[in-house]
């Protein structure tokens, strides 16, 4: 198990009477390059919510570098409404916040832009950089942490240098081009010194220029920072060019997974995405 | 080199505020020596500081951390109560609380650790009250924050606790600060804490919240924490206002501390620019000189400049309701907006304004060419 940086386990989500993910299993290894793909409203984000800490699962459990960092069980009104399977396997409720995943090493990007938009370029990088702080609020208030408030400044200036948005650091986040827009969101991201990192489409938008620079920058920042990386994708040519693993979701529940030349040629996927016709059969 | 030269810049204008700083405090004192202690500008002067001062902290809660609470009222209130409660001299209490046989607090505190535990208690209530109710958003957190200043007013008037707080009666003979100065000197310092904390990590966070909740939890940030941090110190410094509010009007009540005093400095923070401390400052005294004072004459109706008498007791506050609406049309995101009061940022408008005359005035020699 140690070997696998995340795993998700038996995972089911359920709003009211809707099934969003449905006994989701997967695991991502450390290094890989591992997409989740699948038809609008599979249920990939909210997988990616489950993971992140925005929804506590209605079963099943997550692990992140061996450690369980989030398990639940059917409870309150869901006891009676659950429609899942492998009911009873979990009995534990460990349901951290949003904040604490991040802390222990998760970071991720949005689907649509979340970038905090009265800031500039640079502080949006730094304000990613004060979960890691030392000081309380009263040394933060009469400047004694300035040696700490340097070195998260010069790590910014840094981060922001390898990336490449160096040159626009004093810009206001908003004004800048949608391709570096999503930049700077994985910049924002990798200043949370993750060792995973969660990629909600980052290429929505873009034409087949930025998606090939994008391919390019993933993968350089998965060797730069030794990261591993899980993402959702609609681009299938930057799926099947980046991945090393692929997991197929469809109404919930997973239906495939593979190199992507396996995906390519499964017809459950094929007709998952371009619907059954009389000829394939 | 380049980050030298603007860190030096940076040092220059930063003295410069200082010098203005130092100028302001001199005028106030040279006025104080000069106007007799009478005079109107007096009042303005006390009561804007202290509005400022209050109007900065609910801006702190407002304007950066993105938390719309409408509890100020009831946190001046806890503020004014605790420093009057504690400083009434012995020798006093049994005339000031004579339906109560005297009180049942029978030791006073020092001035200004009295002014201290002003904000401390607003700080606590704040901090109780923050456990429920800071989950909740926009409307709802304000509608919970106006409900328990009501509530906390209607407790402070019981009198079943007027052994404490004397029921519905004035609290008065404590003891007060008549100079200008001391005002400003307290405000200024507590303004001074407010700015340095917003641009501090945890200031940076606030915005975070303020700008997008989702993203800001995504990054580590705790919203529980973070929100608890900023409803308790913009409480805090709301508990000293109101303190010196006590101070400033010798006597205080609390039927006064009504949910129009929180609309007052809610106005107070629009009009100056939600996000802009500098702004919420000017405006305070704005609000205060046209409500106190510059607008007085409009109430006097022996003075007759209009064939119908239209001048007469309340009137000015017609027209301050007009100048009122008309400054929200026109300046839509406040006096500042979101920008702050700098000598930098003169500087750069007047540069600009030395540029468009000078390009003016090419403009209108090409022409005499031309011509």
Known sequence: MAEHVLEMKNVTMQFGGVVAVNNLSLEVNKGEIVSLIGPNGAGKTTAFNVVTGVYAPTNGAVYFNGNHIVENYPRGKMKKLYAGTNRGDYTKHIEPTPDVITKLGIARTFQNIRLWKSQTVFTNVLIAKHMRRTSNIFTATFRLNRKEEKKQREETAELLKILGLYDVKDELCTSLPYGLQRRLEIARALATNPSLLLLDEPAAGMNPQETAELTDFIRKIRDDFHLTVFMIEHHMDLVMDISDRIYVLNFGALIAKGTPEEIQNNPEVISAYLGESNDVR | ?371
């Not at chain 2, 945890?202 to 900023?230: C, T």
């Not at chain 2, 009009?271 to 000189?289: E, K, P, Y």
């Open chain 2, 1 to 371: 080199m380049e980050n030298k030269l603007t860190f030096i810049k940076e040092k220059k204008y930063q003295l410069v505020a200082w010098a203005f700083l130092a100028a302001l405090f001199i005028a106030i004192a040279v006025l104080e020596a000069v106007v007799p202690p009478t005079s109107i500008l007096f009042t303005v002067l006390k009561k804007g500081a202290i509005y400022a001062l209050v109007a900065v902290s609910m801006n702190l809660l407002n304007g950066f951390t993105g938390l719309f609470s409408l509890g100020q009222a009831g946190f001046m209130l806890l503020g004014a109560y605790t420093y009057a409660i504690f400083t009434i001299p012995l020798s006093a209490r049994e005339q000031v609380y004579q339906y109560f046989n005297g009180g049942a607090i029978h030791f006073t505190l020092p001035v200004f650790v009295a002014l201290i535990l002003a904000g401390l208690v607003a700080a606590l209530f704040a901090y109780l009250i923050g456990l429920p109710v800071l989950h909740l958003k926009s409307d709802y957190l304000a509608i919970a924050t106006l409900g328990f200043a009501e509530i906390i007013r209607a407790i402070f008037q019981w009198d079943k606790l007027g052994v404490i707080t004397n029921g519905s009666n004035l609290l008065r003979k404590y003891p007060v600060f008549r100079s200008t100065l001391f005002y400003f000197t307290v405000s200024g310092i507590c303004i001074a804490l407010i700015l340095l904390l917003i641009n501090s990590t945890y200031g940076r966070a606030f915005k975070a919240i303020r700008d997008d909740e989702v993203a800001a939890e995504a990054m580590g940030i705790n919203l529980a924490r973070h929100k608890q941090l900023s409803f308790t110190i913009s409480s805090f410094f709301a508990g000293i206002s109101g303190a010196l509010l006590a101070m400033f009007q010798t006597t205080i009540q609390a039927s006064q501390f009504k949910s129009a005093m929180t609309y007052e400095i809610l106005l107070i923070v629009v009009i100056g620019g939600i996000g802009s401390v500098t702004g919420s400052c000017i405006a305070s005294f704005l609000f205060i000189a046209c409500s106190e004072w510059w607008l007085r004459f409009l109430d006097n109706a022996n003075l007759n400049i209009t064939p119908i008498q239209i001048l007469r007791p309340g009137f000015r506050k017609v027209v301050f309701s007009v100048v009122i609406m008309l400054i929200v049309l026109f300046y839509q995101k406040g006096i500042m907006g979101e920008h702050e009061f700098s000598v930098a940022g003169i500087i750069k408008k007047l540069k600009g304004c030395k540029k468009a005359f000078r390009d003016l005035k090419l403009k209108f020699k090409k022409e005499g060419l031309e011509e």
